[in-house]
């Protein structure tokens, strides 16, 4: 018997079978470390960003704009976190919340900076994306909304995952440096 295939299982509300268990699992790692039972390295509690569009263009370089708020893609081999190799963590340019950590980090030689997996699957969100004619996952800060890249099933081993990162949507904090604060909207 063959298994079945997520493209065979309906969409429900958009997510598919994977996405869902996802979100399940998610959830119930977030209510544990809520309760103290467990911890994850980097995890940070965060309520979601929602700020104007002129706070927006007041915070962020256009190019970062482009990227972060209107998704999209800035030219490969145009960043230079594509070649960073310091020890780190890679925050959300538009919040500042983490997304992923330099030990996760590896040169996939595509021109962008990639990652096999992120500092914690509840920092980022996920949604399909079919710009390109074929369907692609694209991610998200969970926090801010913005547009990070796209995530592929050709990375390497552990996960097998390549989260292609636009370098503009991320800022590189060097190991033994303090993370930015959590921007905050403005009341």
């Not at 079978?17 to 994850?40: D, H």
């Not at 209107?70 to 230079?80: D, G, K, L, N, Y």
């Amino acid at each position: 018997m063959k298994p079945l295939d997520d493209t065979l299982i309906p969409q429900v509300a958009g997510l598919s079978r994977r996405n869902l268990l996802s979100m399940s699992v998610g959830s119930a790692l977030a209510l544990a470390m809520k309760a103290g039972t467990m911890g994850l390295a980097h995890a940070t509690a965060f309520n979601e960003l929602e700020v104007d569009d002129a706070t927006w263009r007041r915070w962020l370089s256009d190019k970062a704009y482009r990227v972060l708020r209107q998704e999209e893609t800035e030219r490969a081999f145009s960043s230079p976190l594509d070649k960073e190799t310091r020890t780190g963590t890679y925050v959300c340019a538009g919040c500042f919340l983490p997304l992923f950590s330099s030990d996760h980090k590896y040169n996939s030689r595509t021109g962008w900076p990639s990652f096999w997996q992120p500092i914690s699957d509840e920092n980022i969100g996920t949604k399909r994306d079919f710009k390109l004619i074929w369907p692609r996952t694209e991610y998200h800060c969970r926090r801010c909304k913005g547009h990070q890249g796209h995530v592929f099933n050709d990375g390497p081993e552990p996960t097998g995952q390549r989260w292609c990162n636009n370098g503009v949507a991320l800022e590189f904090i060097p190991e033994g440096q303090p993370l930015p604060p959590l921007r905050q909207a403005r009341s």
